[in-house]
């Protein structure tokens, strides 16, 4: 017999069922020719094996490909997952910069508060230093100018009668 797919057995199976003739006072039963049916029995016998060891290596292959897609799957979350941890990374190690940067800027700010406040403490005093000093100075001008005064005035006064008598002498 020429070999057949399995399915093309089994139908040429039941064809020679259908046609077979029927027993007398029968409609169950039938004639058939017994060498065929073994030999398409036999034909099934033979392919059944390949047919088995097909189905075994396509749900192998389907499992196959069912833990190359679940391998893949794992390898897509992790990468999925590593991925969103360096995010999460990042996006901490920025906010701790920020944290640091706005630590720096309030530290920084204090920093010039402080250094204002000495300048302007710096400032203050050294122009009331100077003010003192000024003061101070003018305070000596004034005395000293007071002194010159009474100095004039006092050699003006002693001067003017000997001028007096030389203005007399000079009048005569």
Known sequence: MNEHGIEDVINKLYEMVQEARNLPLSADKCIL????VLDLLDEMSNQLPGEIKQAKTIV??????????????????????????????????TRQAQQEANVMVQTAQEKIRELKNLTNNFVDDSLRQTEQAITEALDQVKASRE????????????ASPA???????NAE
């Open 33 to 36: 020719d017994r060498d065929s």
């Open 163 to 169: 001028s007096d008598s030389t203005q007399k002498k």
């Open 60 to 93: 192998e292959s389907r499992g196959e490909v069912i833990n190359n897609a679940k391998r893949e799957a794992e390898s897509i979350l992790k990468q999925a997952q590593a991925k969103a941890r360096k995010l999460i990374d990042e996006s901490e190690i």
């Open 147 to 158: 002194k010159f005064n009474s100095l004039v005035n006092t050699q003006s006064k002693s």
